[in-house]
């Protein structure tokens, strides 16, 4: 990198005895050698000013953001750190690109005769980027030279009020010795600062104990919080696959219940239509078939006594009931 690249380039393509181009040296392969350190060469320098104005800002505004107690209370996250060191990053790029804009572009307000094709061409032709980065070195250094000055001011300033004052008491009272009276008022004003300084220590251990208090208070919710989200998330999982599983669990307990009472009902059916069977048999039940006023009737008796049929008895009184009825 520091050696000069038409140098090394000469060094590597000529040889020192005959002094003349090697063979493999061809216009082709300087030209693929020159284009490949250009590649490299602008590939390191974009390099360097990534790391200038992206790396090295983003860098000292993370560390700068940074808040204990913030950090501490919850109140500052990494996301919002990366999102203020982001954003002075990119004020400080375009500030910088302001400035270089302004270097690039001053050298034209230069008196010139005219502005015509010829000066715009010299405009672009000629390195105007030299100027740019001077211009903006030139803010740079001056800032500081003017931050120095005023450093410097400020303190001669400080040094020279407290000089006067310190006149101004050796000479209004050069020979003065102070009262008893004087005397105790100092001690009685040393007793009270130091009360009062011990009062204010206690109290800043109290407001730090209430702090941790708070804090641990505020982990344990925060703690309490994640347990129940946690647990919540849990009762939802597969919620849905559980309650269909329980509902056909239910539903099938409901159809084995249809299915023993449907076989129990025809078995109950039919253990009554077998005794009604023997019954009939028992009795003697028997079928007459009889023709009243050309329609045939059906009569059933049972142990030679007709069963009434209950059809006949619509309609009828009751002394006409008790006569139809059999004996």
């Known amino acids: 990198m520091l050696l000069p ?22 216009q082709e392969e300087v030209d693929k050698i020159t284009y490949s350190l250009t590649v ?9 000013a990534l790391l200038c104005l992206v790396g090295i800002p983003f860098a000292y505004f993370w560390h700068e953001d940074y808040d204990e107690v913030a950090v ?44 015509d094709l010829g000066y715009w061409r010299r405009f672009l032709i000629e390195n105007r980027g030299e100027h740019a980065f001077t211009f903006l070195l030139g803010v740079l250094l001056e800032k500081e030279a003017l931050g120095r000055q005023l450093e ?6 400080t040094s020279t009020l407290s000089h006067r004052r310190s006149e101004e008491c050796s000479t209004q009272s050069p020979n003065k010795v102070p ?3 004087d005397v105790l008022q100092i001690i009685n004003a040393k007793a009270e600062s130091s009360i009062r300084r011990k009062e204010l220590a206690l109290q800043i251990q109290q407001l730090k104990s209430e702090i941790k ?4 208070g505020i982990s344990q919710r925060r703690l309490t919080l994640a347990r129940r989200r946690s647990d919540a998330e849990s009762s939802k999982f597969q919620l ?17 219940t249809e299915h023993l009472w449907h076989s129990l009902h025809s078995k109950t059916a039919e253990a009554r239509i077998f005794l009604c069977r023997e019954v009939a048999n028992l009795y003697s039940l028997r079928q007459w078939i009889k023709q009243d006023g050309g329609e045939m009737k059906e009569t059933y008796v049972v142990g030679g006594v007709p069963i009434i049929d209950l059809r006949d008895l619509n309609g009828k009184s009751q002394p006409a009931l008790l006569l139809d009825m059999p004996t």
């Open 152 to 157: 410097k001011a400020l303190l001669h300033q």
């Open 40 to 48: 490299v060469y602008y590939s390191l320098y974009s390099l360097d």
């Open 213 to 216: 208090d708070r804090q641990l």
């Open 72 to 115: 501490e209370t919850g109140d500052q996250t990494a996301c919002k750190r990366f999102w203020a060191a982001t954003k002075y990053t990119l004020a400080f790029i375009a500030v910088v690109i302001a400035l270089v804009l302004v270097g690039f572009f001053a050298p034209m307000l230069e008196s010139q005769p005219g502005h």
């Open 179 to 181: 009262s008893p009276q």
């Open 240 to 256: 849905e696959s559980r309650e269909i599983a329980l509902l056909c669990g239910v539903q099938n307990t409901i159809k084995r």
């Open 5 to 26: 690249v038409d140098v090394a380039l000469v060094s590597s393509t000529t040889s020192s005895a005959l002094g003349q181009r090697k063979e493999w040296a061809t």
